[in-house]
């Protein structure tokens, strides 16, 4: 499929039900929750070994709910949105083989495939990008009432996905800006009010991070740099 049908075609509207599928909590909720518990086995974890491996399954199911939060901005996001839910889906079936997020890592360090097109490790490398990218979305959102989503959402697609996108792909999410959701109206699609929606987004901001650093950490001790 062409990379602009992602953006035209009349299946990408966000539907309000979505939410309700991802059970008790709102969405934003039940994201930093999941994050909590990642950050906080990752900080247990290192204190008790220093050899600490992250599960693989944990860390896809709760990588997966980001995927609801792609879906509430929109068609500016709707191929981010494909591409990242794909990517979580075949890491998430790799889990029963691989077990933690280290060992899908060495197998293609092993066979050096890590920069294969379609190696576990490129599709981590992808997942992490989406995960940083709403991290840095809400930190620009919360950063002042003035900040339109539009805005945050443009200067967090520039520092962390425009490096690694083709022309056409920044086209299209660029086109795609103009269509984004008003802060009012992403508040009413997330059910949440401006002061608990800060509240969620700021406990995914934190505890995203620590695992963001585990994730690069698990290049870099490798040899393996972070710029592709």
């Known amino acids: 499929m062409d990379i602009f049908s992602y953006f035209t075609t009349s299946d990408n509207s966000f539907e309000d039900d979505e939410f309700e599928d991802a059970g008790e909590g709102t969405a934003l909720s039940l994201i930093a929750d999941a994050f909590e518990e990642l950050s906080n086995s990752i900080k247990t974890g290192n204190i008790k070994d220093a050899s600490f491996e992250l599960d ?122 103009c269509a984004l959701p008003t802060r009012d109206q992403l508040l009413l699609n997330l059910n949440e009010t401006d002061e608990s929606a800060e509240n969620e987004m700021r406990r995914y901001i934190r505890t995203s991070l620590p695992v963001i650093k585990y994730i690069d950490n698990l290049y870099t001790s490798r040899g393996i740099t972070l710029d592709w």
């Open 56 to 177: 693989l399954k944990p860390f896809c199911e709760a990588c997966s709910l980001i995927s609801i939060l792609f879906g509430s901005l929109g068609i500016a996001f709707k191929f981010a949105e494909m591409e990242y839910t794909s990517k979580v889906n075949d890491l998430l079936d790799a889990s029963t083989v691989y077990g933690t997020l280290s060992k899908v890592i060495d197998c293609d360090v092993k066979t050096d495939t890590v920069q294969a097109a379609e190696s576990l490790t490129r599709k981590l490398r992808r997942v992490r990008q989406g995960l940083d990218l709403i991290r840095e979305l809400f930190q620009n959102f919360l950063s002042t009432d003035d900040y339109s989503l539009k805005e945050a959402a443009s200067s967090a697609y520039k520092q962390v996905c425009a490096p690694y996108h083709t022309w056409a792909v920044r086209t299209a999410v660029s086109a795609g800006m």
